[in-house]
């Protein structure tokens, strides 16, 4: 962990040389998969020329130290290229994720001051007229990337180190709880991704890497992108939208080992399980972004003999909990659990007094501030402070979720402290109900949420889209309700459950329970009973 920390570390920490410049120029960097599966090979020597050229046209353009400059680019060369050309003259990246609308992309740009956008033909409307300037990836035009690399100054632009807490990206947070708010990662921010990619996904020399992530959010930009371009490591971007059968088809072609993604792709893998191929020679799965439900644990051990592993992380923190795979820090994996703090991390639990809560109670999840030499977060962007996120002192930071921890010093999610469920005095844990629910075979997708009762407070309600098929009728909801109730809890039963053909979602793919807990509020105050 010294050595790590010490890689990214001191005012001469040039980011160009730690993601690029330091490795073989001929040693494996990228590998781009089209859609079509064909695939196109880039040595650190080529994302090194290619990333200079992009770096003269941003100091033509007199971008440079402390400058933002954003893309709305999906998975490319070209998006690499221009990340390390930012860097290189020690600008800050804002990424965007493709699937904002106009306003969403708007307000980033406006929040973080962004001077230049870099974004593919197909996005380019909902790039409004505004304080930058915009460049065209895949235009050969004069307002196009290839045009303004071909007409930049040839002379060598050399990289600027910007030192470690110099700053490296301008993001926001997913709005999941509230409006987005900016984060400023700083160099430094990348030891905690290093640490990341080599311990708790296990990721090693002879590894066959893809993480399929969307780079527009913390988790793919640095899971698919910074960190293995830090460590050496090659790693893989597909390019267009995501389907279950051409995943199945890289992961067998590529002869993928190492791969992380999203519970809802293992999902979705696990519901084509036909177009599985059998010459797999997967070693480790891993998970990111929302709480992995069991029922995906049970089909990975019987259908592909391996367990995924969960890693929890925050646009602010990084990924300070998961279950491990390297060998020195491995833990036995528990369904309906986030793991053990990861190197480099201390993470407690706290009863509302600010004290640590006793063994197996649900309380706040903390990050023991002084004991994480990974953690790098102080405040969010814009003047907006540090929103309640520390406790006096600084001495925790609060991550807003809740959970208990075990003597083992595995944690327990619970929920998001505002999607807890008080009723009748009983604290009930929306995922705790949601874990069971998605383990019914007609269940394709759920959430639970808390709607208003007279009597017990708050209630417990699920929404559910049922699978292909299914009559999401009344028996239907009973026989949910009794599902809950003989394999969870008496008390924790969803009193009502909702069909929908689909949940509302953050573009990075989280279930907006507040959403929903506004929807059926809304609903009863409308109709004075629930309905």
């Known amino acids: 962990m010294r050595e790590i920390l010490s890689s990214y570390a001191g005012p001469d920490a040039n980011v160009a040389r730690l993601l690029c410049d330091r490795h073989p120029p001929q040693s494996l960097a990228l590998v781009v998969v ?33 400058d933002r400059v954003a893309t ?59 304080q930058w ?215 407690t639990v706290l009863s509302d007094d600010d004290t640590p809560a006793p063994t197996g109670t649900v309380g706040r999840l903390a990050v023991v501030v002084a004991d994480s030499p990974l953690m790098t977060f102080t405040a969010y962007a814009g003047g907006r402070g540090e929103a309640g996120r520390f406790t006096p002192h600084k001495t925790y930071y609060l991550t807003g979720d809740t959970a208990s921890l075990d003597n083992d010093g595995v944690l327990r999610f619970s929920s998001r402290d505002d999607d807890v469920i008080i009723m009748a005095g009983y604290r009930i844990g929306p995922f705790d109900v949601e874990s069971v629910l998605a383990q019914h075979p007609r269940v394709r997708e759920c959430a639970v949420v808390a709607a208003p009762d007279d009597i017990r407070g708050e209630v417990v309600e699920a929404f559910v889209v049922a699978t292909t098929g299914s009559a999401a009728d009344a028996d239907l909801a009973r026989e949910l309700q009794l599902w809950v109730k003989s394999k969870y809890a008496a008390h924790a039963y969803p009193r009502q459950v909702h069909f929908v053909e689909a949940l509302p979602k953050t573009p990075s793919g989280k279930i907006q329970r507040a959403q929903l807990r506004q929807q059926r509020r809304a609903d009863i105050a409308r109709q004075g009973v629930p309905s």
């Open 34 to 66: 089209d859609e079509d599966l064909t695939t196109t090979r880039y040595t650190y020597g080529d994302l090194a020329e290619l990333s200079c050229r992009f770096a003269a046209v941003l100091r033509d353009r007199g971008i440079g130290p402390g």
């Open 72 to 130: 709305l680019m999906g998975k490319s060369a070209d998006l690499v290229t221009v990340l390390l050309g930012i860097w290189r003259v020690g600008a800050v990246y804002v990424p965007l994720f493709t699937a904002f609308a106009e306003d969403a992309v708007t307000s980033r740009l406006k929040d973080s001051g962004t001077t230049l956008v870099v974004v593919d033909a197909q996005y380019r409307a909902k790039v409004a007229a505004g």
């Open 133 to 347: 300037d915009v460049l065209i990836s895949d235009s050969p035009e004069k307002d196009g990337l290839a045009h303004a690399v071909a007409t930049a100054p040839e002379e060598t632009v050399p990289p600027v180190a910007v030192g470690a807490d110099g700053e490296l990206v301008h993001m926001f947070t997913s709005g999941t709880t509230g409006n987005p708010k900016g984060v400023i990662h700083p160099v430094g921010y990348i030891a905690g991704w290093d640490s990341y990619l080599r311990f708790a996904l296990g990721v090693t020399d002879d590894s066959v890497f893809w993480c399929a992530a969307d780079p527009g959010w913390a988790y793919g930009l640095y899971t698919a992108i910074v960190a293995p371009l830090a460590v050496g490591v090659p790693t893989i971007l597909v390019r267009g939208g995501f389907s279950a059968t051409s995943t199945w088809r890289v992961l067998a072609e590529l002869g993928v080992t190492d791969f992380a993604a999203a519970p809802t792709v293992y999902r979705s893998l696990r519901a084509e399980k036909p177009t599985q191929p059998t010459d797999l020679v997967l070693r480790r799965l891993s998970s990111a972004g929302e709480p992995l439900t069991p029922e995906v644990n049970a089909w990975a051990r019987t259908e592909l003999d391996l367990v995924v592993h969960d890693h929890f992380g925050q646009t602010e923190l990084g990924m300070p909990a998961g279950f491990p795979h390297h060998p020195i820090y491995a833990v036995p994996v528990v369904d309906n659990a986030m793991g053990v703090a990861l190197p480099g991390w201390h993470l």
